[in-house]
Protein backbone atom coordinates (compact mmCIF):
# COMPACT_ATOMS: atom_id res chain seq x y z
CA UNK A 1 0.00 0.00 0.00
CA UNK A 2 1.48 3.10 -0.61
CA UNK A 3 2.08 5.81 1.74
CA UNK A 4 0.08 8.70 2.07
CA UNK A 5 1.80 12.05 3.50
CA UNK A 6 0.89 13.75 6.34
CA UNK A 7 -1.86 16.13 6.27
CA UNK A 8 -0.50 20.16 7.05
CA UNK A 9 0.20 21.38 10.28
CA UNK A 10 -2.95 23.10 11.45
CA UNK A 11 -2.91 26.61 13.41
CA UNK A 12 -5.94 25.84 15.23
CA UNK A 13 -7.62 28.94 13.53
CA UNK A 14 -10.46 28.77 10.94
CA UNK A 15 -9.85 30.51 7.90
CA UNK A 16 -12.22 31.14 4.48
CA UNK A 17 -11.55 28.65 2.03
CA UNK A 18 -8.14 28.80 0.07
CA UNK A 19 -8.61 26.54 -2.91
CA UNK A 20 -7.91 27.61 -6.02
CA UNK A 21 -10.82 27.97 -8.23
CA UNK A 22 -9.94 27.03 -11.68
CA UNK A 23 -7.22 24.44 -10.85
CA UNK A 24 -7.14 22.39 -14.20
CA UNK A 25 -7.70 18.64 -13.87
CA UNK A 26 -4.35 16.74 -14.46
CA UNK A 27 -6.09 13.40 -15.50
CA UNK A 28 -3.38 11.81 -13.88
CA UNK A 29 -0.52 13.17 -15.76
CA UNK A 30 2.45 14.46 -14.12
CA UNK A 31 4.40 17.83 -15.52
CA UNK A 32 8.19 18.65 -14.90
CA UNK A 33 10.36 21.97 -15.57
CA UNK A 34 13.62 22.28 -15.80
CA UNK A 35 15.97 25.38 -16.59
CA UNK A 36 19.34 26.33 -16.33
CA UNK A 37 20.04 28.47 -13.06
CA UNK A 38 21.77 32.20 -13.12
CA UNK A 39 25.33 32.57 -11.25
CA UNK A 40 24.20 34.71 -9.13
CA UNK A 41 20.86 35.69 -7.12
CA UNK A 42 17.98 37.55 -9.35
CA UNK A 43 16.23 40.06 -7.23
CA UNK A 44 13.23 39.10 -9.05
CA UNK A 45 13.51 35.64 -8.08
CA UNK A 46 14.17 36.69 -4.31
CA UNK A 47 10.91 38.69 -4.24
CA UNK A 48 8.81 35.90 -4.43
CA UNK A 49 10.61 33.59 -1.73
CA UNK A 50 8.86 32.67 1.74
CA UNK A 51 10.24 33.44 4.90
CA UNK A 52 11.52 30.28 5.97
CA UNK A 53 12.94 29.55 2.49
CA UNK A 54 14.95 33.50 2.76
CA UNK A 55 16.24 32.05 5.95
CA UNK A 56 17.09 28.77 4.95
CA UNK A 57 19.35 30.45 1.89
CA UNK A 58 21.12 32.56 4.16
CA UNK A 59 22.53 29.53 5.62
CA UNK A 60 24.08 28.43 2.17
CA UNK A 61 27.53 29.01 1.34
CA UNK A 62 28.48 29.79 -1.90
CA UNK A 63 26.95 32.49 -4.09
CA UNK A 64 25.90 29.81 -7.26
CA UNK A 65 24.51 27.56 -4.84
CA UNK A 66 22.21 30.62 -3.05
CA UNK A 67 20.94 31.33 -6.01
CA UNK A 68 20.24 28.20 -7.87
CA UNK A 69 18.12 27.27 -4.59
CA UNK A 70 16.50 30.88 -4.77
CA UNK A 71 16.25 30.31 -8.38
CA UNK A 72 14.70 26.94 -7.61
CA UNK A 73 12.05 27.89 -5.36
CA UNK A 74 10.73 31.11 -7.92
CA UNK A 75 10.65 29.02 -10.78
CA UNK A 76 8.43 26.44 -8.63
CA UNK A 77 6.21 29.73 -8.71
CA UNK A 78 5.87 30.57 -12.60
CA UNK A 79 5.24 27.14 -13.43
CA UNK A 80 2.33 27.20 -10.77
CA UNK A 81 1.08 30.63 -12.02
CA UNK A 82 0.78 29.64 -15.46
CA UNK A 83 -1.16 26.10 -14.34
CA UNK A 84 -3.51 28.26 -12.04
CA UNK A 85 -3.77 31.56 -13.70
CA UNK A 86 -2.84 33.37 -10.49
CA UNK A 87 0.08 35.76 -9.53
CA UNK A 88 3.45 33.89 -8.52
CA UNK A 89 3.78 36.21 -5.21
CA UNK A 90 -0.01 34.78 -4.48
CA UNK A 91 1.76 31.11 -4.12
CA UNK A 92 2.53 29.71 -0.42
CA UNK A 93 4.98 26.86 -0.78
CA UNK A 94 5.47 24.80 2.70
CA UNK A 95 6.08 21.06 4.02
CA UNK A 96 4.22 17.99 4.96
CA UNK A 97 4.86 15.99 8.48
CA UNK A 98 8.14 13.88 7.79
CA UNK A 99 6.31 10.66 7.82
CA UNK A 100 10.20 9.39 9.95
CA UNK A 101 9.47 11.40 12.86
CA UNK A 102 6.85 13.90 12.77
CA UNK A 103 8.36 17.05 12.06
CA UNK A 104 6.99 19.46 10.31
CA UNK A 105 10.62 21.46 9.93
CA UNK A 106 12.31 18.85 6.85
CA UNK A 107 9.03 16.70 5.44
CA UNK A 108 8.52 16.74 1.69
CA UNK A 109 7.40 20.01 0.04
CA UNK A 110 3.76 20.77 -0.93
CA UNK A 111 1.54 23.84 -2.23
CA UNK A 112 0.04 25.67 0.84
CA UNK A 113 -1.62 28.22 -0.88
CA UNK A 114 -3.63 28.05 -3.38
CA UNK A 115 -5.24 24.13 -2.19
CA UNK A 116 -4.85 21.82 -4.74
CA UNK A 117 -5.21 17.83 -4.77
CA UNK A 118 -1.49 18.07 -6.35
CA UNK A 119 2.33 17.15 -4.63
CA UNK A 120 5.04 18.55 -5.50
CA UNK A 121 9.14 17.85 -5.77
CA UNK A 122 11.84 19.90 -6.68
CA UNK A 123 15.89 19.36 -7.05
CA UNK A 124 19.18 20.96 -8.67
CA UNK A 125 22.06 20.38 -9.39
CA UNK A 126 25.09 22.13 -11.13
CA UNK A 127 23.62 23.90 -14.52
CA UNK A 128 19.58 22.67 -14.02
CA UNK A 129 16.69 23.72 -11.87
CA UNK A 130 13.71 20.88 -11.80
CA UNK A 131 10.33 21.26 -10.51
CA UNK A 132 7.77 18.33 -10.81
CA UNK A 133 3.77 18.38 -10.09
CA UNK A 134 1.01 15.66 -10.23
CA UNK A 135 -1.70 14.02 -9.59
CA UNK A 136 -2.00 12.24 -6.00
CA UNK A 137 -0.45 11.92 -2.66
CA UNK A 138 2.93 12.22 -3.56
CA UNK A 139 5.85 12.74 -5.98
CA UNK A 140 9.54 12.49 -6.01
CA UNK A 141 11.76 14.23 -8.73
CA UNK A 142 15.86 14.42 -8.50
CA UNK A 143 18.64 15.55 -11.58
CA UNK A 144 21.70 15.20 -11.12
CA UNK A 145 24.93 16.62 -13.05
CA UNK A 146 27.09 13.46 -14.58
CA UNK A 147 30.42 14.15 -13.78
CA UNK A 148 32.94 11.11 -13.29
CA UNK A 149 32.85 8.56 -10.24
CA UNK A 150 36.32 7.92 -8.84
CA UNK A 151 35.12 6.10 -5.68
CA UNK A 152 34.57 2.97 -6.14
CA UNK A 153 33.38 2.69 -2.66
CA UNK A 154 30.27 4.07 -3.47
CA UNK A 155 29.77 1.09 -5.16
CA UNK A 156 29.51 -1.13 -1.92
CA UNK A 157 27.06 1.37 -0.41
CA UNK A 158 24.71 2.59 -2.26
CA UNK A 159 24.18 -0.83 -4.99
CA UNK A 160 22.45 -3.36 -5.11
CA UNK A 161 24.05 -6.62 -6.26
CA UNK A 162 22.26 -6.86 -9.62
CA UNK A 163 23.00 -3.34 -10.17
CA UNK A 164 26.77 -3.39 -9.09
CA UNK A 165 26.58 -6.23 -11.91
CA UNK A 166 25.06 -3.96 -14.77
CA UNK A 167 27.10 -1.41 -13.79
CA UNK A 168 30.75 -3.45 -14.11
CA UNK A 169 28.73 -4.94 -17.29
CA UNK A 170 29.49 -1.25 -19.09
CA UNK A 171 32.68 0.12 -20.73
CA UNK A 172 34.31 2.19 -17.89
CA UNK A 173 33.94 6.05 -18.43
CA UNK A 174 31.23 7.73 -19.64
CA UNK A 175 29.25 5.22 -20.59
CA UNK A 176 29.42 3.62 -16.58
CA UNK A 177 29.15 7.18 -15.13
CA UNK A 178 26.11 7.53 -16.71
CA UNK A 179 24.67 4.76 -15.57
CA UNK A 180 25.75 5.26 -12.13
CA UNK A 181 24.03 8.30 -12.24
CA UNK A 182 20.94 6.66 -13.59
CA UNK A 183 20.71 4.36 -10.43
CA UNK A 184 21.28 7.37 -7.92
CA UNK A 185 18.86 9.23 -9.30
CA UNK A 186 15.98 6.30 -9.39
CA UNK A 187 17.00 6.05 -5.78
CA UNK A 188 17.29 9.93 -5.09
CA UNK A 189 13.44 10.21 -6.46
CA UNK A 190 12.08 7.28 -4.86
CA UNK A 191 13.29 8.25 -1.29
CA UNK A 192 12.17 11.93 -1.70
CA UNK A 193 8.66 10.65 -2.87
CA UNK A 194 8.35 8.30 0.09
CA UNK A 195 9.29 11.61 2.13
CA UNK A 196 11.79 10.46 4.49
CA UNK A 197 15.04 11.49 1.91
CA UNK A 198 18.63 9.89 2.16
CA UNK A 199 18.79 9.41 5.88
CA UNK A 200 17.56 6.11 7.38
CA UNK A 201 17.19 4.34 3.63
CA UNK A 202 19.45 1.65 3.26
CA UNK A 203 20.38 2.28 -0.67
CA UNK A 204 21.70 -0.82 -1.39
CA UNK A 205 18.62 -2.73 -0.54
CA UNK A 206 16.51 -0.15 -2.88
CA UNK A 207 16.68 -2.17 -6.43
CA UNK A 208 16.33 0.10 -9.22
CA UNK A 209 16.31 -2.46 -12.17
CA UNK A 210 19.12 0.17 -14.39
CA UNK A 211 19.04 -2.62 -17.43
CA UNK A 212 15.28 -1.59 -17.77
CA UNK A 213 14.44 1.38 -19.46
CA UNK A 214 11.17 2.04 -17.28
CA UNK A 215 8.87 2.59 -15.81
CA UNK A 216 9.86 0.40 -13.06
CA UNK A 217 8.38 -1.14 -10.04
CA UNK A 218 10.64 -0.06 -6.91
CA UNK A 219 9.55 -1.16 -3.29
CA UNK A 220 10.96 0.96 -0.80
CA UNK A 221 11.25 0.05 2.97
CA UNK A 222 11.18 1.79 6.09
CA UNK A 223 10.55 1.24 9.67
CA UNK A 224 8.50 -2.33 8.40
CA UNK A 225 6.29 -0.63 5.91
CA UNK A 226 7.37 -0.82 1.97
CA UNK A 227 5.63 1.51 -0.25
CA UNK A 228 5.65 0.79 -4.14
CA UNK A 229 6.45 3.69 -6.66
CA UNK A 230 6.45 3.80 -10.15
CA UNK A 231 10.19 5.29 -11.51
CA UNK A 232 11.01 6.89 -15.08
CA UNK A 233 13.77 8.62 -16.38
CA UNK A 234 13.87 11.99 -17.43
CA UNK A 235 15.22 13.02 -20.39
CA UNK A 236 16.30 16.50 -20.18
CA UNK A 237 19.98 17.20 -21.56
CA UNK A 238 23.15 15.11 -22.03
CA UNK A 239 24.59 16.81 -18.99
CA UNK A 240 22.33 15.38 -16.34
CA UNK A 241 20.74 12.29 -15.46
CA UNK A 242 17.04 12.58 -14.16
CA UNK A 243 14.20 10.17 -12.76
CA UNK A 244 10.72 11.00 -11.08
CA UNK A 245 9.01 8.37 -8.97
CA UNK A 246 4.92 8.29 -8.83
CA UNK A 247 2.36 5.83 -6.52
CA UNK A 248 1.07 3.36 -9.45
CA UNK A 249 -2.39 3.45 -7.62
CA UNK A 250 -4.93 1.08 -9.31
CA UNK A 251 -3.60 1.61 -12.51
CA UNK A 252 0.12 3.26 -14.39
CA UNK A 253 0.18 6.56 -14.22
CA UNK A 254 -0.30 8.93 -16.79
CA UNK A 255 2.21 10.52 -19.14
CA UNK A 256 4.94 13.09 -18.13
CA UNK A 257 5.21 16.14 -19.72
CA UNK A 258 8.29 18.16 -19.83
CA UNK A 259 8.64 21.97 -19.49
CA UNK A 260 12.02 23.61 -20.87
CA UNK A 261 11.76 27.16 -20.24
CA UNK A 262 13.71 27.40 -23.78
CA UNK A 263 11.32 25.37 -25.78
CA UNK A 264 7.55 24.09 -26.07
CA UNK A 265 6.59 21.04 -24.07
CA UNK A 266 8.12 17.48 -24.75
CA UNK A 267 6.74 14.41 -23.73
CA UNK A 268 8.80 11.51 -21.78
CA UNK A 269 9.68 8.54 -23.36
CA UNK A 270 6.83 5.85 -23.37
CA UNK A 271 7.61 2.88 -21.12
CA UNK A 272 9.04 -0.12 -22.78
CA UNK A 273 6.98 -3.81 -22.69
CA UNK A 274 9.67 -5.37 -19.88
CA UNK A 275 10.43 -2.28 -17.79
CA UNK A 276 6.48 -1.87 -17.31
CA UNK A 277 6.00 -5.61 -15.44
CA UNK A 278 6.14 -5.34 -12.01
CA UNK A 279 9.26 -6.35 -10.78
Not at 16 to 40: C, K
Not at 103 to 111: C, L, S, V
Not at 197 to 215: D, F, K, S, Y
Not at 230 to 251: E, F, H, K, T, Y
Amino acid sequence: MAFVPGTPKSTGTQRPSRAAPGAPDLAGAAHVWWWQPPQRVVPDDLALLGTDEFHRALTLLAERDVAAFVNTRAGARRALSELLLVAPQSIELGRRQCPGCGDFGHGPPMIEHPEVPWAISLSRTAGCGVFALGDGPAIGVDVEAVRPMRQASLYDSVLTENERAHLVSLPPGPVRDAGFHRVWTRKEAVVKAAGLGLVGTALNRLETWPARHGPVRVLHTHSGRTTVWSVQDLRLNDRVAAAIARPPGGAPPGPVHIHSVLGPPEEADAPDTEGSRPS
